[in-house]
Structure formats: structure tokens, C-alpha cells
């Protein structure tokens, strides 16, 4: 039997991570430092789910997406949302969508969408 499981770390604005696994021992490290490329004011492009409760649904979506560089994220309504990938443009997000579609073999349930780089979707 596989167990999944995960935590959520909120960075302040302009930090960025590293993790790191080891084999012997078993483990993980996780390095935070501040963000070089962070540009707060920049538009970026990402495909994201609709907005649903946490709950079952939410941990499908979880698993459905997992190794596509794929987030979790609480949305101002209370909601949350998966996100995958950050995109400089919009034909790049498109190209990603369409990849990600082929890769599941159809529609993925997710649509392209664009915000400030800190920006929390509303709904």
C-alpha cells in the first residue's frame, strides 16, 4: 500500500526554496533564500483547475497532477485551486496545456490563466 502526504509552506514575497533528498539516511532538506529573478510586477501565465472545497476532490486533483510541477493553492474565497507550471507567455501556457492534455490522454480540467506573480486568484 502507497500513502501519499504533503505540507504547505506560504514564503514570504521574494524567497524561493531548494529541496534536496538524501538516500542514507533517508531524508529531506529544505533550503530557503532570497529570489534573484523575483519581479513582483510581472504578469505570469499558469494552468489551474476550477475552484472546489478542500476535501476528496482537492486530493484527486492532487494525485491526477502529481510530477507536472503542480501546486496547491488557497484561493481568496476560501476555495482552492491546483496550479501547474508558470509561463512568461500566453503561447507558452497554451503549448504546456495542450502537452499536458496529450500526456493524459484528454481533457486535463484545466484552463489557462494569467496574474501578478504574487498575485492570489479570487475565485
Avoid: C, H
Amino acid at each position: 500500500m502507497t500513502a501519499m502526504f504533503g505540507f504547505i509552506i506560504v514564503l514570504n514575497s521574494g524567497w524561493t526554496y531548494e529541496i534536496t533528498e538524501y538516500a542514507n539516511p533517508a531524508s529531506l532538506s529544505v533550503r530557503f533564500y532570497p529570489d534573484e529573478a523575483y519581479q513582483p510586477e510581472r504578469e505570469v501565465y499558469y494552468l489551474r483547475s476550477k475552484a472546489v472545497p478542500f476535501g476528496e476532490e482537492l486530493g484527486l486533483m492532487n494525485e491526477l497532477y502529481w510530477g507536472n510541477d503542480a501546486t496547491q493553492l488557497q484561493i481568496q474565497s476560501g476555495d482552492y485551486i491546483i496550479t501547474v507550471g508558470q509561463y512568461d507567455t500566453l503561447d507558452e501556457a497554451n503549448a504546456a496545456l495542450k502537452a499536458l492534455e496529450d500526456q493524459l490522454g484528454g481533457d486535463a480540467g484545466l484552463f489557462v490563466a494569467s496574474g501578478l506573480a504574487d498575485e492570489i486568484p479570487e475565485k
